[in-house]
């Protein structure tokens, strides 16, 4: 029984599909989960000055509204593989795509800032959800050989999400006379930029029409024969699908659909395993890199630079992600994915640090010394630039690929919710940090980098080339 289902997972791994097209469409498809991902989390940028205007809050208040969607995403990606376990992988697309369709149209609309908050919450749901489902179902329906690729969709996916949405707010706030209070058809310049979001929001509801059900979900509710006929599909015609099929199957069996019991053991409460994926998520985030896509324009125009150009640098810097996510896809299935994530921590030490240096200078009538700013400037697109090739994809492919079968939804769902967590509390503690001490707290992002390499030399294993079920 072994010996006849690891032969098809070595033939899948180095197999070309016939329909590699196919295969890169579907992940693309399921991907639109990541680029509403980055639209939303990042469109907020442009609306945070105009938003402390209109309903004059201070940097506190302020900071949780920004922030109060992030326990939206945890909530999200805590309970998005249990549905996705329940009801399947493209219902729990379809949901997120209502669910962020919603938030666009409350959030463009608010009556106050409580309601407000409270679309931002439901369109972190969606995110959560999104950022879940995506990593897992192209996981689940890429050929071993191409997986860390189609995989890196995600991240790609959401870096040009940030790019777009920093893309359009340059436009709309150009269009507004460069007043994020500007009236724009009917509305302020900052409410249609949150609206704009309905219309990618509704294109990944169509997808998710137009793609298969993941065929491990599949066989774990006995529809076999659908199942080999999307793994073709897939994987092309020199497989043996009905061994295929056993392989899958045997790695499922007389197992439960996973549940957060099923991650309980070991001395520390959950697996190591699962710790290990929390520890990922949680140094994705606690180096500082969502600073950069929520508060960008906020931070430069606190050194000195004009509001239309402060919007500028923050689509330049969103252009810099673009490019790191690309060579980080051409590369993580070269390289492999532990090395790249060691190159990107030692880049971003480098960043942070320079960074931390230019903003302890005293502003010289409002700004920074002209050396100083351009450090800070360059040193920012550095930093973006080595996360973006390495722990932007590294992470989420990893996280797709890292837990054994019986716990992978999960275990996914856990780390994901502790990168939402991680995430709210960098976002949550930014401006107060700032006004507390901005290169201070650029020194504290510095070190959660510095400390991400001792982390993955220690504990983290490759992934490259390994078939899902051998994962254990």
């Excluded at 960074?355 to 920074?368: I, N, Q």
């Amino acid at each position: 029984m072994s010996s006849t289902s690891q032969a098809p997972s070595s033939g899948a791994r180095t197999a070309h599909p016939d329909h590699l097209g196919h295969v890169i469409f579907i992940a693309a498809a399921a991907a639109m989960g990541g680029f509403l991902f980055g639209y939303d989390s990042s469109v907020i940028n442009g609306a945070v000055e105009a938003i402390r205007d209109r309903y004059d809050v201070g940097s506190a208040v302020l900071a949780q509204v920004i922030a109060v969607a992030l326990i939206g995403c945890a909530i999200g990606a805590a309970t998005a593989g249990r549905i996705a376990d329940r009801i399947g992988r493209i219902r729990c697309m379809q949901i997120a795509a209502v669910l962020f369709t919603i938030s666009a149209v409350g959030s463009a609309l608010p009556f106050a800032l409580w309601d407000l908050a409270m679309w931002r919450v439901i369109g972190g749901f969606a995110i959560g959800m999104a950022s879940v489902i995506g990593p897992a179902y192209i996981a689940e329906v890429s050929p071993p050989a191409y997986r860390g690729r189609l995989g890196s969709f995600q991240q790609a996916a959401i870096v040009i999400g940030i790019a777009v949405s920093q893309l359009v707010n340059w436009g709309l706030l150009n269009a507004a006379g460069g007043d994020q209070r500007g009236e724009l058809m009917g509305l302020e310049a900052w409410q249609v930029m949150l609206g704009v979001m309905v219309i990618p929001a509704v294109l990944y509801g169509l997808l998710s029409f137009a793609i298969p059900e993941s065929p491990r979900f599949l066989i774990s509710v006995g529809k076999r024969e659908r199942a080999k006929k999307i793994l073709e599909e897939v994987e092309g015609k020199d497989v043996d699908f009905d061994a295929r099929v056993t392989e899958i199957e045997h790695a499922m069996h007389s197992e439960e659909k996973s549940s957060f019991k099923d991650l309980l053991g070991g001395s520390f409460f959950f697996k190591p395993i699962v710790w290990i994926g929390i520890g990922l998520s949680v140094f994705q985030q606690f180096v500082g890199i969502n600073v950069a896509f929520y508060y960008s324009s906020t931070l430069w125009q606190s050194v000195g630079v004009d509001p239309t150009d402060s919007f500028f640098y923050s689509f330049t810097t969103s252009i810099i992600n673009i490019i790191g996510t690309v060579i980080a896809m051409i590369f993580v299935d070269r390289v492999g994915r532990k090395p790249l994530a060691l190159i990107g921590s030692v880049g971003m030490v480098i960043g942070l640090a320079l960074e931390a240096w230019a903003f302890s200078f005293d502003l010289v009538d409002g700004k920074l010394p002209a050396t100083q700013g351009w450090v800070a400037l360059i040193a920012a697109h550095v930093f973006v630039l080595f996360f973006a090739l390495s722990w932007g994809v590294v992470v989420w492919v990893f996280l797709g690929e890292m837990f054994p079968n019986r716990i992978r939804a999960a275990a996914l769902g856990v780390a994901a919710s502790a990168q939402w967590i991680a995430n709210w509390a960098i976002t949550a503690s930014f401006p107060s940090l700032a006004d507390w001490n901005l290169s201070g707290t650029y020194v504290i992002y510095t070190i959660f980098a510095a400390l991400s390499i001792p982390f993955v030399l220690k504990f983290v294993k490759e992934t490259k080339g390994k078939a899902l079920e051998e994962m254990g």
